[in-house]
């Protein structure tokens, strides 16, 4: 545990290490940008919102944060209802997981840079969704969200709130990595498919999300 990094620096680190240490200092503070509460929380409180938005992903999720002084630890439990408090290791990982993201969002001012790799890792297809909806709310309140996705899910859910209108679609910028072969050589070519106020994309290139169309089209075949 580095005292300067969570609490001087304010600092979750790189893999969300120090989320439950940091929840405990800050649990308490009103989060930086009040749009990004969520409708359903008791407060704009920072520990109301991470369970409010949590409860997206997996619903019912509360936490208990367990501070012991004595040794400077900290542990982080979950518990749903009247339920026994969860260790990590006994509830899914998409829930440990995703905890570093909703925290580091609801909690970083505006024109913060946060960079997530496949925030969709673990969790089903609504709460993918749901975090694409919540990386586009933060991009409207003037973060700058950085994320390399797979998933459609997380597309989609971005997709809907530009049509919601609540964020710019040009605050919002897409790019496929698209990996080709040309003689001897593998070489990427970058394309920008742009999205519209409707949340349409003017252009769908070979490879990029179409999978589900690909295998749906398959199945809706005739059989010989």
Not at 57 to 65: A, E, K
Not at 114 to 141: D, R, V
Not at 167 to 186: A, C, M, N, T
Request: hydrophobic share 35%; with cysteine.
């Amino acid at each position: 545990m580095s005292y300067f990094q969570f609490q001087q620096l304010e600092n979750l680190a790189t893999k969300g290490e120090y989320t439950a240490h940091f929840l405990s200092v800050n649990e308490s503070k009103t989060i930086p940008n009040r749009s990004l509460g969520h409708s359903q929380a008791k407060s704009l409180v920072l520990r109301d919102q991470v369970e409010a938005w949590m409860g997206e992903i997996s619903p019912g999720t509360h936490l208990q944060i367990n501070v012991k002084q004595d040794i400077d630890l900290i542990s982080l439990q979950y518990y749903y209802g009247d339920s026994n408090p969860y260790r990590s290791t006994n509830v899914g990982f998409g829930i440990s997981y995703t905890l570093p993201i909703i925290v580091a969002i609801l909690s970083s001012p505006p024109e913060t840079l946060i960079i997530i790799e496949n925030p969709e890792a673990h969790l089903h297809p609504k709460g993918q969704a749901k975090m694409g909806e919540l990386l586009a709310l933060a991009a409207s309140c003037g973060m700058q969200i950085v994320v390399e996705t797979h998933s459609d899910h997380v597309l989609n859910g971005i997709r809907l709130i530009v049509y919601r209108e609540k964020v710019d679609p040009k605050k919002v910028q897409l790019h496929y990595f698209d990996s080709q072969k040309r003689g001897r050589e593998f070489i990427t070519e970058v394309i920008s498919p742009q999205i519209d106020r409707n949340g349409r994309i003017d252009k769908w290139p070979e490879g990029f999300f179409d999978e589900w169309d690909n295998s749906l089209e398959a199945l809706l075949e005739p059989r010989e």
